[in-house]
């Protein structure tokens, strides 16, 4: 792809109001536009100078002028011919009528200043074509590197085509312009004078344009990038009381996202929106100058057809050098030295830094310094910077400066729990080796804050110096977290050579089974592991982690009841029963095992209260013991249970063979779910989401990305569930977890398949035909295939998958992910057959989106059109719109079936708002609105498969019935909607249908 040019505006509609208002106000005299380099205030006083067009008043551009010794060069251009300078009182009253005269002789429009007699420089500078702020800079040799952060700002490309953009949407929206066009006609016309950046108005001309604004001849539009670069008289212009200033903010995550999907023409991965983000700091100039170094080095990749994804590192671009090199230019050596210092070690014990340097630099904008306790601390002011300045630094630099840094924080005392991790990564980098004690507790630091990466190269250092057991178990541990499962389980094999006693032992059974049973997908291997440490072990306490650790690999194989019996009974004797639990072959026999039924046996899960002061056990076992609670229909102690977990493993920093924090976190999401708190799991999720983000863990971004799809599909928007199951594919397959992919790509089929587009839906269910069932909701991974199959037409085909389906999830004792399943049968035609089951299920379950469903199920089998529409309010508490929305559908259809269109009216209304929320779902239940509101429940069904392109016969076939009586279906339908053909059919059904 190529470089975009065009770059859309976005993120400042409240400034561009609260502009329109100063305009419109004669009281001020001036709008004031603050920011950073790069932030977009050049674009941004030019979105103002095309709007003071648009309302009337002629505009202009001063010219910056860097160069002394010629008076007024800023506005000359705006001044009448022969104006001599030399008198102040003379040069003032000629100025003020030549810019009233413009003023008043514009019409409206940017075209009024290349009326004939408007004034040198006129047509040029009001032009909407004309010169622009950019282009006279850039000749005034204001430099490349200003010229693009102008260029880019965060605008929308050039020209006209850019101002009306930015009037007509990026504002304030319809009824705000009109509101201010409405203040602007009754408003006095002044001459707009836009001058980018302040710095570049000679004294003179700053001196003219103060005395021009307190005469109400001229409304000030300026920028400001730094105050102390300004004179006295340019800062006074923005410095008054009838001033108004703003500071541009940059651009947020969203707004970010936002840019690159309209630059990139397609939908980009919420990782890689994070990441560039993050490394812009959401400076526009900045982004831009990432996305494009990006593309030409094809690190920016439309992966797969899905979406953009960021695949390699972002390079560093020549033109943020030469905007930083420019921005340095003249300091000193010793200045540059800190510098360097910093961008290398940040942050920087502020002590350590000279005075002036520290000054010098601040002055500059590039660092910021921050008090914490009694230590204060030096950092780099923009992400971007530290990228830049390291890779200016030579080599024998950077090593000179990481050793002496290492040297000096250890004559400190290196009190904290980062300098051990920072003085080992230092030494490593500097001279290649670091002492093997330093690297170990380094690398334990390092895994308490989740920075598996660091955790990786310490632990490997140390494996090279040393042969401690924890060293390897810590690298095995961030191989397994990094994606390379070979490579762990070499590790782990070099690791159980060095055991030295049971906790050792314990520790390493832990991280094999874990590897087996959430990498490798291999559920018996990990209870054999599981098994064989428990022959070998004796300490209760190392037993009761044992048994959590059982209980979390069958949860992770979707086996809630089986993991409650099993962490039912805790303790050595729990053991006793269980020595052979590991070396059952087929896992798929384990619920049907007299060993199972043994076990399960031994003390009822009812009365068990979690691994009381083990911590280790209670991290392992009460997260899968909260999932375990939610899927059985104990929600409300389930979502206690989350909590909790979710706090225990918090505190617990330290441990190895722990899953990370928002593994957890997703457990919590599922507790809200089923609690019908839709938002705010999906908020949860969200919040998850940055903090995996944050620490850079694949395993924990792709598990949580899935659980947002999940949460997505549930709040009825597939559009979202789409792009978080895109994302955790990507993660999935760029770090080899099988398990984590086939859920993403089931989940991601079943978004498409909902938006009707099946091309997609049927991609990624042959991708996930031949990867391994795993996962909490296993028995939910066939639903993207039965909506892919309700997609094409084929319902009775798609109930049948879900029926198996249902069975699995049954026989489980999984009654969330059964609930869910029957719901989707009865969503797809079936009612009746799943509304007894789905009763029981909610009279035993006390979550809130269970009941919801089975209300609405019994209302649908029921035909009762006043509890369909009640079903359909509950469900929309709970934040289900697509099922309300089908809800309040099939409530229309009733009502209208019975004569009585005033309620059919009320609930095809809601259902129309309720889909509102749903991204153009498209589904067999809200088929019943439009034209399907004339037919029966059969005829709405055969229509909608007639309108799928199926013939006759394949009708018959799909809902067991004759071809005959298909026939006559379809002559009804043809009268009842007035329709002679197939076609006309399609045309009339899908019109009104879908709309």
């Known amino acids: 792809m190529d470089a975009p040019t065009a770059w859309p505006f976005v993120g400042h509609e409240r400034e561009i109001a609260d502009f329109d208002e100063a305009l419109a106000n004669e009281e001020w005299h001036a709008y004031v536009v603050h920011g950073p380099q790069g932030i977009g205030k050049s674009r941004f006083a030019q979105i103002c100078r095309e709007r003071a067009e648009h309302r009337g008043h002629a505009t202009g551009n001063a010219i910056a002028a860097f160069e002394q010794g010629f008076p007024l060069a800023s506005l000359a251009h705006l001044l009448p011919q022969g104006t001599n300078t030399g008198d102040a009182v003379a040069l003032f009253g000629k100025a003020r009528d030549a810019l009233t005269a413009r003023s008043g002789s514009v019409g409206g429009g940017a075209d009024a200043g290349a009326r004939p007699g408007a004034g040198r420089g006129a047509g040029a500078e009001g032009g909407a074509g004309g010169v622009t ?222 005075d002036g340097a520290l000054d010098e630099l601040e002055v500059l904008g590039f660092t910021r310094t921050v008090r914490e306790g009694r230590r204060e601390s030096v950092s780099l002011r923009h992400p971007a910077h530290e990228k830049v300045l390291r890779s200016a630094i030579p080599s024998t630099e950077r090593r000179r400066i990481l050793g002496d840094e290492a040297q000096l924080m250890r004559a400190k005392g290196a009190k904290r729990l980062t300098d051990k991790i920072r003085i080992a990564s230092w030494q490593l980098a500097a001279t290649g080796s670091a002492d093997p004690d330093m690297l170990l507790r380094a690398a334990t630091f390092a895994r308490r804050t989740q920075n598996f990466r660091t955790v990786r190269e310490l632990s490997r250092a140390a494996c090279r110096e040393g042969e401690d057991f924890l060293s390897r178990l810590l690298l095995a541990e961030s191989l397994y977290e990094l994606g390379d499962f070979a490579g762990a389980w070499e590790v782990f094999d070099e690791a159980a050579e060095r055991t030295d006693g049971e906790f050792d032992r ?83 026999e384990v619920r049907d095992s007299e060993k199972m039924r043994g076990f399960g046996e031994m003390r009822g899960f009812e009365d068990f209260g979690g691994f009381e002061g083990n911590c280790l056990a209670g991290v392992l076992g009460n997260g899968s013991r909260a999932t375990a609670l939610v899927a059985t229909g104990r929600v409300k102690e389930g979502l206690e249970a989350a909590h909790e977990a979710y706090d225990e493993r918090v505190r617990l920093e330290e441990s190895p063979a722990i899953p990370h924090p928002v593994e957890y976190l997703a457990i919590v999401m599922f507790a809200l779910e089923e609690e019908g708190r839709l938002d705010e799991a999906y908020k949860t999720g969200e919040r998850g989401w940055q903090e995996a983000l944050a620490d850079d863990v694949a395993g924990a971004e792709a598990l949580i990305a899935g659980a947002l799809a999940r949460c997505a599909l549930l709040l009825g928007r597939p559009a979202e569930a789409r792009r978080w199951a895109a994302q955790s594919a990507c993660i999935a397959s760029r770090n080899s977890f099988p398990g984590t992919l086939h859920v993403a790509l089931a989940r991601k089929a079943e978004a498409c398949a909902l938006m009707q587009d099946v091309p997609a839906a049927a991609k990624a269910v042959a991708a996930s035909a031949d990867l391994p069932r795993w996962g909490a909701f296993r028995s939910e991974l066939p639903l993207g295939r039965a909506w892919l199959l309700a997609a094409q037409g084929k319902q009775q085909a798609a109930r049948s998958v879900l029926w198996e389906a249902a069975e699995d999830a049954r026989a489980a004792g999984h009654l969330a992910s059964e609930a869910r399943i029957l719901t989707d049968i009865a969503r797809l035609g079936d009612p009746r057959g799943p509304e007894p089951r789905l009763t029981h299920i909610a009279d035993i379950s006390d979550g809130r989106l269970i009941r919801a469903r089975a209300a609405f199920v019994a209302a649908l089998a029921a035909g009762d059109p006043e509890r369909l529409t009640d079903g359909a309010r509950a469900l929309e508490e709970t934040g289900a719109s697509l099922i309300a929305a089908e809800a309040a559908a099939s409530a229309c259809n009733q009502w209208s079936q019975r004569g009585e269109q005033r309620p059919a009216t009320a609930a095809e209304n809601l259902s129309f708002a309720l889909q509102r929320h749903c991204e153009h779902a498209r589904t067999p239940g809200l088929t019943v609105l439009g034209a399907a509101k004339h037919l029966t429940a059969r005829e709405a069904e055969i229509a909608g498969l007639v309108c799928s392109g199926l013939t006759n016969i394949e009708v018959a076939e799909t809902v067991t019935i004759s071809k005959r009586t298909v026939d006559n279906h379809l002559q009804n339908i043809y009268r009842k909607l007035g329709v002679r053909s197939r076609r006309a059919l399609r045309a009339e059904y899908l019109r009104e249908d879908f709309a």
């Open 506 to 588: 314990l520790l390493l059974a832990l991280g094999r089974s874990r590897l087996l049973a959430w990498g490798c997908i291999d559920a018996r291997k990990a209870l054999d592991v599981n098994a064989e440490a428990a022959r070998e072990i004796t300490e209760p306490r190392h037993l009761e982690a044992l048994t959590a650790s059982r209980g979390a690999i069958l949860m992770a194989f979707g086996r809630p009841e089986e993991a409650l019996r099993v962490t039912g009974r805790t303790g050595p004797d729990g053991f006793e029963d269980s020595r052979d639990f590991g070396e059952i072959r087929d896992f798929e």
């Open 133 to 354: 702020g950019t282009e006279t800079r850039a000749r005034a040799g204001a430099g490349a590197g200003a010229e693009t952060a102008t260029r880019f700002g965060s605008g929308t490309g050039t020209g006209s085509g850019a101002g009306t953009a930015a009037r007509s949407g990026s504002a304030t929206g319809t009824g705000a312009e009109t509101g201010a066009d409405a203040g602007a006609r009754s408003a006095p016309r002044r001459f707009t004078l836009v001058v980018d950046e302040l710095d570049g108005l000679d004294e003179a001309s700053a001196s003219l344009t103060a005395q021009l604004l307190e005469a109400k001849a001229v409304f000030l539009v300026a920028t400001v990038g730094s105050l102390q670069s300004l004179g006295l008289a340019a800062y006074r212009l923005q410095s008054g009381a009838q001033v108004r200033r703003t500071d541009l903010a940059a651009l947020s995550e969203p707004q970010t996202g936002a840019v690159m999907r309209r630059v990139l023409g397609g939908p980009v991965e919420p990782r890689t929106v994070s990441l560039l983000h993050r490394i812009s700091g959401g400076n526009p100039c900045y982004l831009r100058e990432f996305v494009v170094q990006s593309l030409a080095e094809e690190s920016l990749v439309f992966e797969d057809g899905e979406s953009w994804t960021l695949i390699s590192d972002v390079g560093v671009t020549p033109l943020l050098t030469e905007m930083v090199e420019r921005s340095l230019a003249g300091v000193s050596a010793e200045t540059r030295r800190a510098l360097n210092r910093i961008a290398l070690c940040q942050p920087v014990d502020a002590s350590t830094l000279r």
